[in-house]
Structures are given as C-alpha cells and as structure tokens.
C-alpha cells in the first residue's frame, strides 16, 4: 500500500527559509514520478517541483525557480524540497504526490495524473 506522509511544515518570516520532507512507503523501482503541489485558500492546485525517481527530469514552476530545489534520498525513500527566499504569496498547503509512470510538464503543472497524495502539510509565510 502506498503511503505519502510530509513533514516540515511551518511558518516563517517572508525571506526565511522551510524545508519540507515527504516519506514515501510502497513503491518499488524507480520507475515514478514524485511531485510537490501546493494550494492555497480560494485558489486552485498548482504544481511547484517534480521528479522522475529514475532520473533525467526535473520540473519547477516559473513561480519559484532559483528558490526551491527539489531533491530525493533514495536510500530513504524520501522527496525533500528547499524552500529559500520565501514571500507571502507561498503561503499554501503543499502536498506530496506520486505516479507509477512518467513524468510530464503538465503533469507536475496541474496534478492530473498523480495517483497517490499526502495529507499535506501547511506553510504560513508573514511579512
């Protein structure tokens, strides 16, 4: 059974820093793709970050490249993303989510696709 469970959560001020973590428990192989989502109240679920576990792709919204690196631990099993230079305006649950298949642009943009979602964990950003 698949499991996602994030941590790292929390709430800083704008231009701090968050690390987030998320567990993953049930895949085997590498052949997936993992992404960070994030959804703020009265807005829709964006895509941040993404990987393919087996290598040679790597996704970021235009919204926060050159802040957050996306990174794995395969000897862990865990999806970690560096959250630097935080604004207000990432405020948002950021949720943790899974595919037993390949990654796509639109995929780690929109969501759709992703089988497998963490409960989330919130991030409050103060100016």
């Known amino acids: 059974q698949v499991q996602l469970v994030e941590s790292g959560g929390g709430s800083v001020q704008a231009g701090g820093s968050l690390r987030l973590s998320c567990a993953a428990s049930?895949?085997?192989?590498?052949?997936?793709?993992m992404g960070w989502f994030r959804q703020a109240p009265g807005k829709e679920r964006e895509g941040v970050a993404g990987i393919y576990k087996g290598g040679g792709f790597t996704y970021y919204a235009d919204s926060v490249k050159g802040r957050f690196t996306i990174s794995q631990d395969n000897a862990k099993n865990t999806l970690s993303l560096q959250m630097n230079s935080l604004k207000p305006e990432d405020t948002a649950n950021y949720y943790c989510a899974a595919d037993r298949s390949f990654c796509t642009a639109n995929k780690l943009r929109t969501g759709y696709g992703m089988d497998y979602w963490g409960k989330g964990t919130l991030v409050t950003i103060s100016s």
């Open positions: 049930g895949f085997t192989g590498s052949n997936y793709c």
